[in-house]
């Protein structure tokens, strides 16, 4: 197993290092933000909390984007300091120039809610490879959107099964016609209205926190590292089509299969119109 890089030692980026390490499917997480002590800082206390976590992942820091040379994958969080704020806009865009000079070939995870533009100006103005820009947030809204319909049927969302999909937070489509609870279509759970009640909740449930934004990226970033037969609800660049949240499965060169949902009339009209204004 190589090691994967995160960039951003902020809430984001602090969660996402605390999580990966602890589930211990990774040999060794890098750290990196020019505020390096604060970086050290959080490594540290990581580490620290491997002794009653009972994992092995080494977590270390780095102020330098060079560290991320041959890493499996890298996190795109948020930086340290100040607010934490998301890599994003400007200077998202100058960070992923210095990510470009480094000519690391590694899938590149967009860990937050506010970074759909970013994944965009990164094709179109530095031209990477679209396989390789995969946002996880969307991941998280589905983890959210499994919760609500749990406590709805009386259950753990763990039971629930279904897809996000569209450009979150007001043109978001959950995938109700190929969802289900405890294995069975979920209509034979939930009423009609209260299928709608869950999707009038939708908008109010993004951006998810950095706890769920770091769970989903997790696994999204375990997935590319280790390989998986899962799926993902992720954004994905959509030939002609912009970036939009689809289920998809991954591998070390990041995207390998978009896959198209089974939706309802209505469901693929709201699709296509997410899609069209994605453009």
Known sequence: MSFVAIIGAGPLGGALAHTLAARDRVRQIRLIDPEERMAAGKALDISQSSPVDSFSTRVVASGAIASVAGAAAI??????????????????LALLRQLRAVENAAPIVFAGANQRELM???????????ARVIGSA??????????????????SGVEIALR??????RAAVVAWEEATAFGQPIAAHLAAHQIASLDARLPGLWPPGPYALAS????????IANGSRRRFS???SLPRRGVVAMPVELGEDGVRRVIE??????????????????E
């Open 75 to 92: 996190a795109i969080a948020d930086a340290a300091g100040g607010a934490g704020a998301e890599h994003s806009g400007e200077t998202g």
């Open 120 to 130: 965009l100006r990164a094709i179109a103005e530095l031209h990477v490879r679209p």
């Open 138 to 155: 969307p991941y998280a809204l589905e983890s959210a959107v499994r919760a609500l319909a749990g406590l709805a049927v009386d259950a």
């Open 164 to 169: 996000v999909v569209g450009v979150p937070p």
């Open 216 to 223: 989903a990226a997790t696994r999204v970033l375990e997935a």
């Open 234 to 236: 992720c954004f994905v």
């Open 261 to 278: 949902p089974a939706l309802t009339r209505q469901e693929r009209t709201r699709l296509e119109n997410a899609i069209a204004g994605a």
